[in-house]
């Protein structure tokens, strides 16, 4: 696929299949982030891959922080948000949790440690789509959440910046307009 036509056809897929994906494809992905530009060479960006039983180690985390911020955890709506939580990682036969670790070099700019880090992101969601894997980039608050920090055993400084959920498609995703590059752009000749 040509890298523009790659670029152009990459969408968000929250549907997947629970078909396995080989280990070389994942790694494959993996390492795609890992040619991302990053300033000073610090190569910020840590990889967390779970799959089966590793998923439900996350979900309990998150169940836990769901179940911590609910003003009556035992009310049947509380119990519910709590279980979706605790379920969000199943949604695909495997999450890779993509972590900042940002350099304490004297010149290195935090900012940027994070811009590394989205853009090997970008990499990855990229090479999943040459794999023919649908793929989705998620967040949400719980994903900077300290405890989900400390679970992947980051730094004070480190953070989470993406889950990619990845897996065969199960969806065509609907077309979506993207604004004319034309009518963002400034040219300052
Ligand atoms: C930093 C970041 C966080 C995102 N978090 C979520 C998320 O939590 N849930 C979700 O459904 N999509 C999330 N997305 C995906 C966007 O919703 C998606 O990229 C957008 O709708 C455009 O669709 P496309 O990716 O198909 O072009 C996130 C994207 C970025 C860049």
């Known amino acids: 696929m040509h890298i523009h036509e790659a670029i152009t056809t990459r969408r968000s897929i929250p549907l997947v299949t629970e078909q396995a994906i080989p280990t070389e494809v994942i790694e494959e992905i993996i390492e795609a982030g890992t040619h991302a530009p990053n300033h000073f060479r610090t190569e910020p960006w840590r990889f967390f891959v779970l799959t089966g039983e590793g998923r439900s180690k996350l979900g309990k985390v998150f169940g836990e922080i769901t179940q911590a911020e609910q003003t009556d955890p035992q009310s049947e709506e509380a119990r519910k948000k709590i279980e979706r939580s605790r379920n969000n990682p199943l949604r695909s036969p495997v999450v890779i949790a993509v972590g900042a670790e940002p350099s304490d ?19 990855m969601l990229l090479a999943a789509h040459g794999h023919g894997l649908g793929a989705i980039w ?20 480190g953070e989470i910046v993406a889950f990619l959920y990845l897996g065969y498609p199960d969806m ?6 993207r604004t004319d590059a034309k009518q963002l752009t400034t040219w300052i000749d």
């Open 105 to 123: 070099g004297n010149r290195v700019i935090l900012q940027e440690e994070f811009a590394a880090v989205h853009a090997a992101v970008q990499n």
């Open 138 to 157: 998620r967040t949400g608050a719980i994903c900077y959440h300290p405890k989900v920090t400390a679970f992947f055993n980051l730094s004070n400084e």
């Open 172 to 177: 065509e995703p609907k077309p979506i307009e």
